[in-house]
């Protein structure tokens, strides 16, 4: 294929398309490939318009000036803030992310430990003065969450029903907890009760398929702790010892058997160790 000259070593403009969809360090990470991405990136506010940080890591790489940094680039014109186990963040700069960028419309921040309820009003109240609407809220993880917080929230954003914010009533224990629905119309819990709806404390629940497990049939438990249903737990590949496989979220903890295809769970791993 032709290419001209001045071209060659250049980035292949389809790439830039892609840029706005990957999650931040990602982004951050193409900036250090080439000088060309890295100007694209410094130069081109439409990348950080959508801001998604997943920290995974047990010491959060996040902090307050970084988030800082990394949200002026958007020049006051951030359309959602998505925080993933960000416990380095805290109430002020959540604030004044929300100040410099009344245009926020999806803000989510679950398990973000350091930031709290009234954290979170004061952000949901500065929109407000905005006229902005918050089409989804997500704040689970977020300590100390009590149902006055939750009314106040629903009052702000101008809520008819719960579905905006994943924080909800729990109709089991009166708790603000994740509340979830059977995904099975067969449900045996619901025919017997009429209602299989309640937080992960009050109606145990499959990991992988969602389905209440415990109620007329038998609950499997998996390598990480969670529960599993029996269609499940049959499907999914087992530990070399003690049988027992891991769920999607947590099949990163497998221990690879040199040479094999299978694995060892951690808790057996250690124990040969």
């Known amino acids: 294929m032709n290419q001209d000259s001045s071209n060659l070593g250049q980035p292949h403009e389809s790439l830039y398309l892609v840029l706005p969809y990957l999650p931040l360090f990602e982004l951050l990470a193409m900036a250090q490939t080439c000088t060309s ?63 410099n960028n009344p245009g926020i419309n999806k803000l989510r921040v679950p398990q973000c430990t350091s930031l709290t309820p009234e954290g979170i009003i004061k952000a949901v109240t500065t929109l407000n003065q905005h006229n902005v609407t918050l089409k989804t809220l997500k704040i689970n993880g977020i300590s100390n969450i009590t149902k006055e917080h939750l009314q106040t929230l629903h009052s702000l954003l101008n809520l008819d029903d719960s579905s905006s914010i994943d924080v909800q009533i729990c109709p089991k224990c009166d708790e603000p907890r994740m509340v979830y629905d059977c ?90 160790l």
């Not at 790489?61 to 800082?68: A, K, S």
């Not at 404390?201 to 029996?230: N, P, Q, T």
């Not at 040199?258 to 951690?266: A, K, V």
Request: glycine letters at 4%; one cysteine or more; a positive charge.
């Open 37 to 99: 991405l890295n100007n694209a990136l410094n130069n081109d506010v439409l990348p950080w318009l959508n801001i998604v940080v997943e920290d995974t890591r047990p010491r959060s790489r996040v902090t307050d000036e970084i988030l800082m940094r990394i949200t002026s680039k958007t020049m006051g014109r951030l359309k959602s803030l998505v925080l993933v186990n960000c416990s380095k963040v805290t109430d002020d700069c959540l604030h004044n992310v929300v100040f």
């Open 183 to 272: 995904p099975l119309e067969t449900c045996d819990r619901k025919r017997a009760t009429g209602s299989c709806r309640g937080c992960k404390f009050c109606i145990s629940r499959c990991k992988e398929c969602g389905k209440c497990v415990g109620f007329g049939d038998e609950d499997y438990e998996a390598a990480c702790e969670d529960m599993l249903c029996e269609d499940c737990w049959i499907k999914l590949p087992k530990c070399e010892f003690c049988n027992k496989p891991y769920c999607n979220k947590h099949v990163y903890k497998q221990c690879a058997i040199p040479g094999s295809s299978h694995f060892i769970c951690e808790a057996c791993c250690m124990k040969i």
